[in-house]
């Protein structure tokens, strides 16, 4: 006991470490039983008809990737099997690229999708104050959105945003956001509150509670929740099974750190 009072509180950090490398190395996969908000994420983008149109809005940078991209890549990959229409815009330049890389990895697995950009998807980019061109994109998607995708391309030739002129519910069934900070709000007061269009949010973990008041006044229709979320998500759609990986970990964690809790006060009501 004498040992385990002085024992340097580094060699629990590195205990931490090794669960969570191992929990990679060995991973434990974890598929959580579904709850109510992501079944009813779910049957939303399930209940699609082939080439109803989704717009995706991502505002999550790299150091939300681990978290963030197994759920969007999850949505995507459901929207992709639905023959959904798919109109990604980003919050920032960075998250532009991450939907870009998430829906690359998509696309290659469908061939529709692979070699369909400007018909069955296409990603805006982002624009300098974002929040006035989600606002405008509600008139009119291309001009909001200057005229161009991401890469400069024109989007006056593409047939996506020639069937799918604005932001509303004349056109588009569903509307996302994946967020690791406050970019939900814009989707509700900009596009949700005024068009009536469903809007589903996508958020890490610490960040769903702030998102409970807006799905208790009906202003959300579902939230995705972190980690967990993505797992339910991925097993109800039958997309690759990524993040139960993390849930895996993190259970494998947990479970660590209460055992160091209850050893620590085993040795400490010692005399």
């Known amino acids: 006991m004498t040992a385990l009072r002085r024992l340097d509180?580094?060699?629990?950090?590195l205990g931490v470490l090794l669960i969570t490398v191992a929990a990679a190395v060995w991973p434990?996969?974890?598929?959580?039983?579904?709850?109510?908000?992501t079944r009813t994420a779910f049957d939303l983008a399930q209940a699609l008809q082939p080439g109803a149109g989704v717009f995706v809005y991502v505002e999550y940078g790299l150091g939300s990737r681990e978290e963030m991209d197994p759920m969007l890549a999850a949505v995507l990959g459901h929207l992709a099997d639905r023959?959904?229409?798919?109109?990604?815009?980003?919050?920032?330049?960075?998250?532009?690229?991450?939907?870009?890389?998430?829906?690359?990895?998509?696309?290659?697995?469908?061939?529709?999708?692979?070699?369909?950009?400007?018909?069955?998807?296409?990603?805006l980019g982002y624009r300098p104050?974002?929040?006035?061109?989600?606002?405008?994109?509600?008139?009119?998607?291309?001009?909001?959105?200057?005229?161009?995708?991401?890469?400069?391309?024109p989007l006056a030739g593409m047939p996506i945003l020639q069937a799918l002129r604005a932001l509303n519910r004349t056109y588009f069934a569903l509307a996302y956001a994946f967020d690791s900070g406050d970019g939900f709000a814009p989707m509700?007061?900009?596009?949700g509150t005024p068009t009536g269009l469903p809007v589903i949010i996508g958020a890490i973990s610490m960040e769903v509670p702030l998102l409970q008041p807006y799905l208790a006044a009906g202003q959300l229709a579902a939230v995705i929740a972190g980690a967990r979320g993505a797992a339910e998500y991925e097993a109800l759609a039958g997309q690759p099974r990524r993040a139960d990986v993390l849930v895996g970990a993190s259970a494998m964690?947990?479970?660590y750190v209460l055992a160091v809790m209850l050893l620590g006060n085993l040795v400490a009501r010692r005399p």
């Open 28 to 37: 434990l996969r974890i598929a959580p039983r579904p709850t109510r908000e």
């Open 9 to 13: 509180r580094r060699w629990l950090y």
């Open 188 to 191: 509700i007061y900009y596009v």
């Open 129 to 153: 104050a974002p929040d006035v061109a989600l606002r405008a994109a509600t008139s009119g998607i291309a001009a909001a959105y200057n005229e161009v995708d991401y890469a400069g391309r």
């Open 83 to 123: 023959g959904a229409h798919i109109v990604i815009a980003a919050r920032s330049p960075e998250a532009s690229q991450v939907a870009e890389t998430v829906m690359g990895g998509v696309a290659a697995r469908d061939p529709a999708y692979a070699k369909g950009y400007g018909q069955t998807w296409v990603n």
């Open 253 to 255: 964690a947990a479970i």
